[in-house]
T-cell receptor, first 115, second 113 residues
Framework: DTEVTQTPKHLVMGMTNKKSLKCEQH?????MYWYKQKAKKPPELMFV???????INESVPSRFSPECPNSSLLNLHLHALQPEDSALYLC??????????????FGPGTRLTVT | AQSVTQLDSHVSVSEGTPVLLRCNYS??????LFWYVQHPNKGLQLLLK??????LVKGINGFEAEFKKSETSFHLTKPSAHMSDAAEYFC???????????FGAGTTVTVRA
């Protein structure tokens, strides 16, 4: 099973709301990722968790707050977003890199609209 | 540092004809290379990967790619396009031992009936 699931599929939120995106994988992967993708562009890396610890934060604004409760789950907490944060948010997972790097498996994404 | 150049932003083919998507990369180290496909409003699906074994890599749905170190290329081909191949394709490179993927800008494929 190479499936990464994400909920919800669609989310509309106001600029004062607080919401969360959820991601789950059962492939035993110990690296999990959040990406942001704007229309007609490649995904942009936001955060990387490795062995449940935040490993990379690509200078993401603090209104995005990631959380990795266990090795299968990844959350992205959203607060006080701006309209320009509207995008497709993708979660991915992979084996943790060592001597090699491994392919990442992507979820279907959450389409976020900030009004 | 790694970088990827996809030489065509848009490719249009007729159904049943060959597809060629071109990708050049630069890397300070021996990289791993991938091709991903993204259908509208979907996530990215791995088509194939090169990780230093055979230079001709076969993937899903009849796609294959050839790694040419001398030309720093990793072009994607398919002998006969199907309507379902209409999508966005990304060539991706990663340095071994790293977490961060470097994406090309993408190639949009349209398939004419």
């Amino acid at each position: 099973d190479t499936e990464v699931t994400q909920t919800p599929k669609h989310l509309v939120m106001g600029m004062t709301n607080k919401k969360s995106l959820k991601c789950e994988q059962h492939m035993g992967h110990r690296a999990m990722y959040w990406y942001k993708q704007k229309a007609k562009k490649p995904p942009e890396l936001m955060f990387v968790y490795s062995y449940e610890k935040l490993s990379i934060n690509e200078s993401v604004p603090s209104r995005f707050s990631p959380e990795c409760p266990n090795s299968s789950l990844l959350n992205l907490h959203l607060h006080a977003l701006q309209p320009e944060d509207s995008a497709l948010y993708l979660c991915a997972s992979s084996q943790a890199p060592g001597q090699f790097s491994y392919e990442q498996y992507f979820g279907p994404g959450t389409r976020l609209t900030v009004t | 540092a790694q970088s990827v150049t996809q030489l065509d932003s848009h490719v249009s083919v007729s159904e049943g004809t060959p597809v060629l998507l071109r990708c050049n990369y630069s890397s300070s180290y021996s990289p791993s290379l991938f091709w991903y496909v993204q259908h509208p409003n979907k996530g990215l699906q791995l088509l194939l990967k090169y990780t230093s074994a055979a230079t001709l890599v076969k993937g899903i749905n009849g796609f294959e790619a050839e790694f040419k170190k001398s030309e720093t290329s990793f072009h994607l081909t398919k002998p006969s396009a199907h309507m379902s191949d209409a999508a966005e394709y990304f060539c991706v490179v990663i340095k071994r031992g790293d977490y961060k993927l470097s994406f090309g800008a993408g190639t949009t494929v349209t398939v004419r009936a």
